[in-house]
């Protein structure tokens, strides 16, 4: 009878043994299933990089509908994300045509911060050192502040400054074939000419550098800058 009892609480103890190693694999595999649930989740749908080299401009269809216009020396990097929608402009100047997605922000990242947005029209430009937003149609978020149709900000040195109004036509004026510029240094105003550029024009000294420039090119002409510095 002994030996009996014992067989069987044996038994009974294998068979819990049994039942915790099975209960152990099943919340094991649980967890790998909630984890591995979210890293798919958290990866994008998809990845793609737009860039525009001297001289020419790149239009672009992001997967939901955002359209992208990219003036010379820009480059995007765009993730498309099931939540939400990061882009980062890594250089250059950009117009931005956002598809509205309600469940979906859509984001632009800059080295000044990200500019956060559902649906709207608007410009960022990343040149000369500063970070520059300007809203065409709907709201943004940027540097703090809401900008809202015709508001336009810029950033430097990790301020920002006053929000100003203008006109959506003068936002992105080398869509329309201009490059202006108003009490620029030269230094600054070269790296935007020189986007539009196939020969890069190099400044003699850091004086004339400072220079300020107040003119308008036509981006097709790339001389007209040459034509007028010696006045």
Same mark, same amino acid.
């Given at each position: 009878?002994?030996?009996? #009892?014992?067989?069987?609480?044996?038994?009974?103890?294998?068979?819990?043994?049994?039942?915790?190693?099975?209960?152990?694999?099943?919340?094991?595999?649980?967890?790998?299933? %909630?984890?591995?649930?979210?890293?798919? *989740?958290?990866?994008?749908?998809?990845?793609?990089?737009?860039?525009? $080299?001297?001289?020419?401009?790149?239009?672009?269809?992001?997967?939901?509908?955002?359209?992208? $216009?990219?003036?010379?020396?820009?480059?995007?990097?765009?993730?498309?994300?099931?939540?939400? &929608?990061? !882009?980062?402009?890594?250089?250059?100047?950009?117009?931005? @045509?956002?598809?509205?997605?309600?469940?979906?922000? !859509?984001?632009?990242?800059?080295?000044?911060?990200?500019? &956060?947005?559902?649906?709207?029209? %608007?410009?960022?430009?990343?040149?000369?050192?500063?970070?520059?937003?300007?809203? $065409?149609?709907?709201?943004?978020? %940027?540097?703090?502040? @809401? *900008? &809202?149709?015709?508001?336009?900000? &810029?950033?430097?040195?990790?301020?920002?400054?006053?929000?100003?109004?203008?006109?959506?036509?003068?936002?992105?004026?080398?869509?329309?074939?201009?490059?202006? %510029?108003? #009490?620029?240094?030269? /230094?600054?105003? !070269? $790296?935007? *000419? #020189?986007?539009?550029?196939? @020969?890069?024009?190099?400044?003699?000294?850091?004086?004339?550098?400072? /220079?300020?420039?107040?003119?308008?090119?036509?981006?097709?002409?790339?001389?007209?800058?040459?034509?007028? *510095?010696?006045?």
């Amino acid at each position: 009878a002994a030996r009996g #009892n014992e067989r069987s609480a044996a038994r009974g103890a294998g068979q819990r043994v049994a039942r915790a190693a099975k209960a152990s694999a099943i919340l094991g595999l649980a967890v790998a299933l %909630f984890f591995g649930a979210r890293w798919h *989740l958290a990866q994008p749908l998809s990845e793609d990089v737009f860039a525009a $080299e001297r001289a020419t401009v790149v239009r672009a269809a992001l997967p939901d509908g955002t359209r992208m $216009e990219l003036a010379p020396g820009t480059r995007v990097a765009a993730a498309m994300y099931r939540d939400r &929608r990061v !882009l980062r402009l890594e250089a250059g100047e950009a117009r931005f @045509e956002v598809a509205p997605d309600a469940a979906r922000e !859509l984001r632009v990242e800059t080295r000044a911060g990200p500019v &956060r947005v559902i649906g709207t029209v %608007f410009t960022v430009r990343d040149r000369a050192g500063e970070v520059l937003v300007a809203v $065409e149609r709907g709201r943004v978020a %940027f540097a703090g502040v @809401e *900008l &809202r149709a015709g508001d336009q900000v &810029r950033v430097a040195d990790g301020r920002a400054g006053t929000v100003r109004k203008v006109p959506p036509a003068r936002m992105a004026p080398w869509r329309s074939g201009w490059l202006v %510029f108003e #009490n620029v240094p030269l /230094a600054a105003a !070269l $790296e935007e *000419l #020189n986007a539009w550029r196939t @020969e890069p024009l190099v400044l003699g000294d850091a004086d004339a550098g400072r /220079a300020r420039l107040t003119a308008s090119f036509r981006t097709d002409d790339p001389h007209a800058v040459l034509r007028m *510095l010696p006045r």
